[in-house]
């Protein structure tokens, strides 16, 4: 093999080079591009968020159930349903027949919407009442109208409460569902965030050994995420996007990001220690070498990725489709992030890479890092530990295997998610909402299975003759819904 300086140059020693020639430039441009995801995705500045502009539905391909979910839905867009749910509380009562009456007072104020209530349960024990904001002109309802709505309804349901501390009160509708399903996906997302970064740093403090090399793929990692919701705000406009897939693109990004930025890191203290050339022209040739070399492995690992993922492009439901559009988008910006914002970061930080971080003075931890870090030996702890892997393997190949299945042992009781309502923890103001409808109210919920015609003859007919079917606990009478009956 021909030495490091007369080795021919490729086209990713050119890019990585001129980033870190021009570092200022390179990250004028990446925070430029980061401010502006920021704004639009996640601010929205310039119109509705990313987190604004989810979806929540259940996961379907075409055929007869989803040209049936079709014919239910009708106009479906064009109106928000909203419900104050009252158990533990009689229709006739006093306190409740004055709250209802000034609710639907201030309900009919609202332009668009429609209210009415109380319905009473069947056992008396409690009712309903229904406030309807409909849409202009064929158009989604005016989101103003429906927030009134929510407040009159939540006020009211807090004045109940008060007076009737043991009745089961809650609000729904689908508007609120995808709202707390939305809000729960950002928290996750910040939940995830808090707990990985923290772990990824304590592992690469360990690797690289130092703060400011642990630090450079953190920041890259942090920009790819951010730059894939800037992408996933665009396939929004395209498709629907189920708030699933921020969680998944994010967890992807940072995953390739930090194990790209890494790679660079590693190799680039290792040229740079081999060449001995200090100052600016041994950290550009450092960066160069690195570019051509371990830039070249980044470059095939994540056009592998993508390629993957545009497998999944060619499935049919469309939350499998969003997921390999921002799986590429995050690939992307993860390769452009490691070979030309790690490299000008690298040319900033000058030779003091190539020095022992604090934390290797520190007693303990100290002689910990220079074992297991990119400052190490060449005869080091994993060069000791594939020796005596390689001693044993049968033995190793055992141990991973039971350690595999004890970490994938909470499959077990993995519970899927087929619908929102699936998808809503037990914590959600709405998932109490939805129990206590399904339990005092089961005329007023959706069935699980639901047979659906154009017709109110066959509608009857399928209803006589699923009433014999064994197992079948009850079947509601059938009624006009959307654009059929069911």
């Not at 951010?226 to 992408?231: C, E, M, R, T």
């Not at 999944?312 to 995050?330: D, S, Y």
Request: hydrophobic share 50%; glycine share 10%.
């Amino acid at each position: 093999m021909r030495p490091t300086a007369l080795r021919r140059r490729g086209p990713l020693a050119t890019i990585g080079g001129a980033a870190a020639r021009h570092p200022f430039v390179t990250l004028t441009v990446w925070l430029v591009l980061v401010a502006i995801a920021v704004g639009t995705a996640v601010a929205g500045l310039t119109g509705q968020s990313l987190f604004e502009r989810l979806k929540s539905e259940a996961p379907s391909a075409e055929g007869e159930s989803s040209r049936a979910d079709d014919l239910l839905a009708g106009d479906d867009e064009e109106r928000s349903p909203l419900t104050l749910l009252v158990y533990g509380v009689p229709p006739a009562d006093p306190d409740a027949l004055s709250s209802v009456s000034g609710l639907l007072d201030r309900l009919d104020g609202i332009p668009h919407t429609t209210a009415v209530g109380p319905i009473p349960a069947d056992d008396g024990e409690g009712f309903l009442v229904s406030a309807t904001v409909e849409g202009v002109d064929g158009g989604l309802p005016d989101e103003a109208g429906v927030d009134a709505a929510v407040t009159e309804l939540r006020a009211t349901a807090t004045e109940l409460r008060q007076s009737h501390p043991d009745a089961t009160i809650e609000v729904g509708g689908s508007t609120l569902l995808v709202d707390s399903i939305v809000e729960i996906s950002e928290n996750d997302l910040q939940r995830g965030e808090a707990v990985a970064l923290p772990i990824a740093l304590v592992v690469m403090l360990i690797v690289l050994g130092g703060f400011i090399a642990a630090g450079i793929p953190l920041i890259g990692a942090g920009v790819s995420i951010v730059g894939a919701l800037g992408a996933l705000l665009g396939f929004t406009f395209l498709l629907d996007i189920d708030t699933t897939v921020v969680n998944v693109v994010t967890a992807v990004g940072l995953g390739l990001s930090i194990d790209y930025g890494l790679l660079i890191v590693s190799r680039f203290r290792e040229e740079h220690r081999r060449a001995g050339v200090p100052g600016r022209e041994g950290r550009l040739a450092a960066i160069r070498t690195t570019a051509d070399t371990a830039g070249r492995t980044v470059v095939f690992s994540g056009v592998t990725f993508a390629i993957a993922s545009i497998g999944l492009l060619v499935f049919e439901p469309r939350i499998v489709k969003a997921i390999g559009l921002g799986a590429i988008a995050v690939t992307v910006i993860a390769i452009a992030m490691a070979l030309t914002l790690i490299p000008a970061l690298l040319s900033l930080t000058g030779d003091r890479l190539l020095r022992p971080g604090a934390l290797t003075r520190l007693p303990g931890i100290g002689r910990v890092i220079s074992r297991f870090g990119d400052i190490a030996p060449d005869d080091g702890f994993f060069s000791k530990l594939t020796r005596r892997v390689q001693r044993h393997p049968a033995i190793v190949t055992i141990a991973c295997a039971l350690l595999l299945i004890l970490l994938g042992s909470p499959l077990a009781s993995l519970r899927l998610a087929n619908t929102s309502v699936d998808a809503l923890p037990a914590s959600s103001t709405q998932h109490a909402f939805l129990d206590a409808l399904a339990e005092h109210f089961p005329d007023a919920t959706s069935p699980r299975v639901a047979l659906v015609t154009q017709t109110e003859a066959d509608a009857q007919t399928w209803a006589e003759a699923v009433t014999g079917v064994d197992g079948v606990t009850s079947v509601a009478e059938p009624a006009e819904v959307g654009d059929a009956w069911r």
